[in-house]
């Protein structure tokens, strides 16, 4: 038993439902209580979508437990083909239904549906959201691919996308272009947009875009084993992902890496002088494995930030996480609770969050700016605009979301120079945020009377006892918020090296120049 | 003497044949509850026990995540939990532990049971027992249930509202006792209006904190002021409480009716009642009255949610002139809405339950210019042309009482308004 205030996945079945809403022509007939249908709204609410996912539920109730909760399954499976006229189904128990074991795969196998019936077993008590997603779209895949003579045209399947993914919509139309600028085709995406009679026709691809491991990477492998389609390793978000991407598909089309990055801002834009403020900043990623393995690359290589934390909430990808965390020389924080995230953040006193929606909040809490990089996703995450985080185009988006919850430019210098400007001061946040600027009193006298709760946070006792002397501290609250963290961080570790354990202004002013760069 | 009962039509719903569905239900679970009694509630944790599914509907449903940390949490049970029941219940000892270690605030702690936690026959009152013992006296360890199995949305609320009910301390006190969440601002008003016409003492279940928990006994009168507590109003009236009969306060008639029910039991005389009510009642008809314009001559269809859709289909008819073609509830207890039911006129189909499916086939073949219903189907409903109102907002909304009576009207009027003021984006979805 584990206390859970937040959760970065769902269960199971809530993955097999995004590859079932993601998908045409499926339908998924889960036994499940009532109450099981609230993950409908995470479709029609958060994705905006115009229909309903193509899920029945059998709706058990207490009296029907000691009863017969099998034929209420076999009745909903029924009726869901007669109104529905599937292609295909997949059928499944959500957690409460493990428990009653009436076996949805072997109940449907009797009933001679004349369309593909798919069981799927997903352990809710072990596994979850992510793991629905992959394990759904690979036993689809299985049932229903063959191998078959390849297109004429090299052409490619991507793979992977499903509904409430993140940014996956425009990330399809980005990838398709990076392809078709190759003169590769797309034969089949998958899960998003496909119908099983699409499935059916994967195996005519020369190969598999894997657009995100989480989501189709058993399909993957199983298609390189059983379809001879290799798949690709690089996940192009950024822009040396990106250019890694396409000579990594061209060498599997074997046509030569074309492509037009006309459109491409993001270089120029972090090179161009405005950014230089960029540099260095400190930066914590938290997310699912992919997306915040190919941040880490365009926060460090791309945007000059240093990567001061990293990690990931899926463990199935812990080993990948870990071997990053090492090349960037920190530690992985491989974990699905939420506390252990904010605890990890608040000790790190990072610059910035790049993290998920529960970051965003962490962030909020903790003063910290947030940009959103990876689901768990929220309605602000489908935006109307075009904003793909892949390809091109992609990497533009990032630099914007990226640079957006930043104090920017010419503020964070005169907030430096000007810090108890009475309506310009720290607290007030950034200028282009909007939100009510709290005014200072003129006769406010700010630095020498610290927000107490701030003043507990930062006279913390830091490592080996190391005591911050009042002068000390009063001069890091001169400090801008947003480089504060470090400056403490630093101080203090230098004074531990040093086996300095009281700081004074002179200690605050020999750090600063030791780690002057 | 003056009356302030409403006019009963030639006929109402009471004895209408109600349309018993059962199939696939598009609802909430009891647990969805725990997302205004946590807040109510300001000393009391919830700890669902259940599986992440539970703590996935609980932060889905919560619609963005609460800023603060959430006085409620879910225990999520493991596969070495379903093992052994033996290691269930120290797991949860341990947790119970852990979290009144971290949050010394917490006074009343309610084990919160699951379908999951149903199903495996994890037995709650007895841990709250145990727990009650171990943490005693600084918490009190309750446990209800507001699994899928057992409650529909708002049942959660009745589930733990009667799970309080066996606690509460014995009084021979003559008083009234109001019963349901109400939103502050509610609750605020109802209590001003009570004391202005004479009516003392008034408690409130649930308090807003354990050391308020009001006392309950022969002389006890009880106004419900939500329409789905069936199962607390029947333990009240076991410990002895008299339960008053009256319409539900949703708009200017129904809390003049149910507030008249009330003053005649506590003898206030008309005049009084009179001069209490008198400019709030005239407030909430002109309120209503502007939102009205939009609904009057329009059709409403109700799919089942709260348990509200009764009181409010009677609100909407007869103060907002709309014509209601279906009232579905997910369970209709005439005892409680009979009232109600008396005042809405004869004609719209009653039905209880749902099979979701069916229904839709109704509702589309009836087009009504309104369908109120859950968020998974409103949508969907909207890009198939009609208009609709989501049904949580309801009960997330102030909407009882004279001066919310407007806002009530006004939340079925906009999806309305809305749909005249856009222009040019057919076929949008």
Redesign the interface.
């Given at each position: 038993?584990?206390?859970?205030?937040?959760?970065y996945?769902?269960?199971p079945?809530?993955g097999a439902m995004r590859v079932a809403t993601g998908m045409r022509g499926l339908h998924y007939v889960l036994h499940a209580?009532?109450?099981?249908?609230?993950?409908?709204?995470?479709f029609?609410?958060i994705e905006?979508?115009?229909?309903?996912?193509p899920v029945?539920?059998?709706?058990?109730?207490?009296r029907d437990?000691g009863a017969d909760t099998a034929n209420l399954f076999k009745t909903?499976l029924q009726?869901a083909y007669d109104?529905f006229k599937p292609q295909a189904l997949i059928v499944g128990s959500?957690?409460?239904a493990e428990?009653?074991q009436d076996d949805p795969g072997g109940m449907s196998e009797t009933m001679d549906l004349p369309v593909p019936v798919i069981p799927l077993e997903l352990?809710?008590?072990?596994r979850?959201e992510n793991f629905g997603t992959d394990e759904t779209f690979f036993q689809i895949v299985k049932a229903l691919a063959r191998p078959m003579e390849r297109t004429a045209h090299v052409s490619a399947n991507l793979i992977g996308p499903t509904g409430l993914g993140f940014r996956h919509r425009d990330d399809i139309v980005e990838v398709t272009a990076l392809l078709e600028e190759m003169g590769i085709g797309v034969n089949v995406v998958a899960p998003m947009g496909a119908t099983p009679a699409d499935i059916t026709r994967m195996g005519a691809a020369h190969f598999n875009v894997l657009m995100y491991p989480e989501h189709a990477e058993a399909a993957a492998r199983w298609a390189e084993k059983t379809l001879g389609q290799p798949y690709t390793k690089v996940v192009p978000i950024g822009v040396g992902a990106t250019r890694d991407f396409i000579a990594e598909v061209a060498g599997l089309a074997g046509v030569p890496p074309k492509f037009d990055d006309s459109r491409l801002r993001m270089p120029w834009y972090s090179q161009s002088v405005d950014s230089t403020y960029l540099t260095g900043k400190r930066v914590f990623l938290f997310g699912d494995a992919t997306h915040v393995k190919c941040m880490a690359r365009m926060a460090r290589d791309e945007m000059g930030f240093e990567v001061v934390g990293l990690g990931c909430y899926n463990r199935e990808f812990a080993r990948d996480i870990r071997a990053l965390a090492k090349d960037y020389g920190v530690e992985a924080l491989i974990t699905d609770d939420y506390l252990e995230v904010e605890k990890a953040i608040e000790d790190l006193a990072p610059e910035m969050i790049l993290g998920t929606?529960?970051e965003r909040?962490i962030g909020?809490?903790l003063g910290i700016p947030c940009a959103v990089i990876s689901a768990p996703v929220?309605v602000q995450d489908f935006p109307a605009r075009y904003s793909p985080v892949m390809g091109w185009e992609g990497a533009n988006v990032i630099f914007d979301t990226l640079v957006h919850p930043l104090v920017m430019g010419l503020e964070e210098h005169l907030l430096h120079m000007f810090r108890e400007d009475f309506e310009f001061h720290d607290e007030a946040g950034a200028s282009h945020h909007g939100g009510a600027a709290k005014l200072r009193s003129l006769d406010e006298v700010p630095v020498a009377e610290p927000e107490p709760a701030m003043a507990a946070a930062d006279a913390a006792p830091a490592e080996g006892n190391i005591v911050w002397l009042s002068d000390a501290e009063r001069e890091l609250k001169k400090i801008p918020f947003f480089v504060r963290g470090k400056a403490k961080r630093n101080t203090e570790k230098f004074a531990l090296e040093k086996g300095v354990t009281r700081i004074s202004v002179e200690t605050l002013y020999e750090a600063k120049a030791h780690y002057a760069r | 003497m003056k009356d302030f009962a409403p006019q009963l039509p030639a006929a109402g719903c009471r004895n209408t044949p109600v349309l018993k569905e059962r199939?696939?239900?598009?609802?909430?679970?009891?647990?969805?509850g725990i997302i205004w009694l946590h807040r109510k509630m300001q000393d009391a944790f919830f700890?669902v026990?259940g599986?992440?599914?539970c703590?996935?509907?609980l932060?889905?449903?919560a619609?963005?995540?609460i800023?603060a940390?959430?006085r409620f949490?879910?225990?999520?049970?493991?596969?070495k939990?379903?093992a052994g029941l033996a290691c269930?219940n120290e797991?949860?000892d341990?947790?119970v532990g852990?979290?009144l270690a971290r949050r010394p605030d917490i006074r009343q702690l309610f084990l919160v049971g699951s379908?999951?936690s149903?199903?495996?026959k994890l037995d709650l009152y007895r841990a709250a027992e145990r727990l009650t013992q171990r943490h005693a006296p600084h918490v009190r360890v309750l446990n209800y249930s507001g699994?899928?199995?057992?409650t529909?949305f708002t049942e959660g609320e009745d589930a733990c509202l009667a799970a309080m009910v066996p606690t509460l301390p014995d009084t021979d006190e003559r008083q009234l006792l109001l019963v349901g969440a109400l939103p502050d601002v509610v609750e605020d008003q109802a209590l001003g209006l009570l004391r202005d016409m004479g009516v003392a003492p008034v408690r409130c279940l649930p308090a807003h904190r354990a050391a308020e928990t009001p006392g309950i006994g022969a002389n006890t009168v009880v106004a419900l002021t939500q329409p789905f507590l069936n199962e607390t109003a029947a333990f009240l009236e076991r410990r002895g409480a008299r339960l008053l009969s009256a319409p539900f306060p949703f708009g200017e008639e129904g809390t003049t009716a149910w507030l008249w029910t009330i003053a005649q039991e506590f003898g206030v005389d008309a005049d009084t009642f009179a001069r209490v009510t008198d400019a709030p009642r005239a407030r909430a008809r002109k309120s209503v009255a502007a939102a009205a314009e939009t609904l009057r001559g329009k059709s409403i269809f109700f799919f089942p949610d709260s348990q509200l859709e009764i009181p409010l289909a009677r609100f909407l008819t007869r103060e907002c002139g709309m014509t209601a073609v279906e009232v579905g509830a997910p369970f209709i207890n005439k005892q409680i809405v009979g009232p109600d039911l008396d005042l809405l006129a004869e004609g719209p189909v009653i039905a209880e339950g749902q099979d979701v499916?069916l229904q839709l086939e109704r509702c589309r073949a009836a087009r009504p210019d309104l369908t109120v219903c859950?968020?998974?189907?409103?949508?969907?409903l909207?890009?198939e042309g009609m208009a609709t109102k989501w049904a949580i907002e309801l009960v997330f909304t102030p909407v009882h009482l004279y001066e919310q009576a407007g806002d009530l009207a006004g939340l079925f009027a906009r999806p309305l308004r809305r749909r005249a003021l856009l222009s040019g984006l057919e076929g949008a979805?």
């Open positions: 038993m584990k206390l859970t205030v937040w959760t996945e769902g269960p079945h809530v209580p009532q109450g099981d249908t609230y993950a409908d709204l995470l029609t609410m905006r979508r115009n229909h309903r996912p029945s539920y059998t709706t058990f109730q207490a437990l909903a009726d109104r959500s957690c409460t428990l009653i352990p809710s008590y072990q979850k929606q529960m909040h909020k809490r929220h | 199939g696939q239900r598009e609802v909430f679970c009891g647990l969805t700890l026990v599986s992440r599914t703590a996935h509907l932060q889905s449903a619609g963005v995540m800023f940390e959430p949490g879910t225990a999520i049970l493991e596969e939990d379903l269930a797991e949860l341990r947790e852990r979290l379908c999951p149903e199903v495996i699994s899928g199995i057992e529909t499916d859950g968020l998974g189907l409103a949508n969907p909207e890009a979805a």
